[in-house]
């Protein structure tokens, strides 16, 4: 198994609206007492039997594309026996929301509100990145 790492939280930095059918999705900025930086991460729920989100990372850095976030680590919460859903079953079947699997991923670059900028065109700048970053083949 790979090793378990800690991380310092406080309450969540962004969170979704809450939904029964959502992703709960809630990013925590974090302290990384090992590598004594902050850091992000995510916590949320995908579909089960999807790629993750975490595969889609991984997969774009070995296509080398520019401008992603850069993952330190990540998984699966639980494990081996992931935690999941249980509202799906108390849906009729012809509504029935997929089961989901709850996962973190930490990410090294943490982003900042757009009033932080210095200006128009370091924010034009770091638009343009994640467009490159997005229209990668």
Known sequence: ???L???????PHTKARYSVRGRGTKG???WDPVQERFVFIKDFWYPEGTRTE???????HEKQVPHIATVLAGGDVGGDTPQTTVNQDFFPADRRPSKRVHIRIVM???GRRLET???QME????????????SSP
């Open 54 to 60: 975490l595969m889609n990372y991984q997969l774009l």
């Open 1 to 3: 198994p790979e090793k």
């Open 28 to 30: 925590y900025l974090a």
């Open 117 to 119: 900028y210095k200006d």
């Open 5 to 11: 790492r800690t991380f310092y939280i406080a309450r």
């Open 108 to 110: 090294a670059e943490v």
């Open 123 to 134: 924010l034009l700048k770091c638009t343009n990145h994640a467009f490159q970053g997005e």
